[in-house]
T-cell receptor
Framework: EAEVAQSPRYKITEKSQAVAFWCDPI?????LYWYRQILGQGPELLVQ????????DSQLPKDRFSAERLKGVDSTLKIQPAELGDSAMYLC???????????????FGPGTRLTVL | DAKTTQPPSMDCAEGRAANLPCNHS???????VYWYRQIHSQGPQYIIH???NNETNEMASLIITEDRKSSTLILPHATLRDTAVYYC?????????????FGEGTQLTVNP
């Protein structure tokens, strides 16, 4: 069964350092999402791509976070500089290009757990 | 997207039906009800969705009230592996996909 791949699974860094997370969506999925999940809370959308274009980044802290999906396939989320409050699980999800009759369900990867010291 | 209200936790005996309620009294006519679950240390997993009719798949059944202001997710024969946080989400289904707005969900614990 096709899955969303993410790496690394765990990352420990010191504050003010730069970190990057990688996501490879399910083949053929045009829409890619990055979510952040703080311990004890539900995931929160950071950014959504349709192919290579950003369609929603309203919740992305743009002073320190950036995301790209240059060829419309895999994606990278970067934080620079990392802060203590960025400690969380970063989840990537993908879905097919939606339309009438599709469920538009999102498939999630296993996440990257970031700890900022 | 409409807000949802779920109990923070529920318990269920293994082999029995688990009935998870969700209130969404401000749901709009074009908003769907989605259910996802998240097993500890894993990403969320899609379970089921519906608009106004009851739905059933291999994982669960979704019962939506006639006024659409509440719904119930039913796991007919809960197993220990069903222990997870269950999220009820209402959202518009867009052609380009749309964000899932997660609340805090219901922690379901299935006991042996």
């Amino acid at each position: 069964e096709a899955e969303v791949a993410q790496s690394p699974r765990y990352k420990i860094t010191e504050k003010s350092q730069a970190v990057a997370f990688w996501c490879d969506p399910i083949s053929g999925h045009a829409t890619l999402y990055w979510y952040r999940q703080i311990l004890g809370q539900g995931p929160e959308l950071l950014v959504q791509f349709q192919d290579e274009s950003v369609v929603d980044d309203s919740q992305l802290p743009k002073d320190r976070f950036s995301a790209e999906r240059l060829k419309g396939v895999d994606s990278t989320l970067k934080i620079q500089p990392a802060e203590l409050g960025d400690s969380a699980m970063y989840l990537c999800a993908s879905s097919i290009r939606g339309g009438a009759g599709t469920s538009n369900e999102q498939f999630f990867g296993p996440g990257t757990r970031l700890t900022v010291l | 997207d409409a807000k949802t209200t779920q109990p923070p936790s529920m318990d269920c005996a293994e082999g029995r039906a688990a009935n998870l309620p969700c209130n969404h009294s401000t749901i709009s006519g074009n908003e769907y009800v989605y259910w996802y679950r998240q097993i500890h240390s894993q990403g969320p997993q899609y379970i089921i969705h519906g608009l106004k009719n009851n739905e059933t798949n291999e994982m669960a059944s979704l019962i939506i009230t006639e006024d659409r202001k509440s719904s119930t997710l039913i796991l007919p024969h809960a197993t220990l592996r069903d222990t997870a946080v269950y999220y009820c989400i209402v959202r518009v289904r867009l052609a380009s996909g749309s964000r899932l707005t997660f609340g805090e969900g219901t922690q379901l614990t299935v006991n042996p």
